[in-house]
């Protein structure tokens, strides 16, 4: 028989750097879940991500146990990392952060392929290069 999901959480955290502090310990918490097992395993399985940003879906069940799902890392983080910027453009239109060239922009878009909404590779650029746009990243090529 299978378990009984009680609820479904989505968190971004920073790859191997889990911890019971917020926002991870007072979502898990309310829900009765082991905050620090999850902590353990999620860090054990982000050994590889360090520092970046590892969007994770978290399914806990009736019986209090849980189960997570971890995505690819945000368009914004990869797009930031590919650019060498520390944040986007405060203002978009004026003022620009970084450069990425096409390539890096296929790069990124085959890595985000799993988790986006896109039929083939030039639809998942296209997605990509939105966000590159509305975070003020020229693309050149």
Do not use: W, Y
């Amino acid at each position: 028989m299978a378990k009984k999901i009680k609820t479904v959480i989505k968190l971004q955290i920073v790859g191997g750097k889990a911890n019971p502090a917020p926002p991870v310990g007072p979502v898990l918490g309310q829900h009765g879940v082991a905050i620090q097992e999850f902590c353990v395993r999620f860090n054990e399985a982000t050994k590889d991500k360090m520092g970046e940003v590892v969007p994770v879906e978290i399914t806990i069940f009736e019986d209090r146990t849980f189960d997570f799902i971890m995505k690819t890392a945000p368009a914004a983080e990869l797009l930031k990392k590919a650019a060498g910027a520390a944040k986007g453009a405060a203002n978009p239109l004026k003022e620009k952060a970084g450069v990425v060239s096409k390539a890096q922009l296929e790069e990124i878009a085959k890595v985000k392929m799993v988790d986006l909404n896109a039929n083939d590779i030039e639809g998942a650029m296209k997605i990509v290069a939105g966000s590159a746009r509305s975070m003020g990243i020229k693309i050149e090529g």
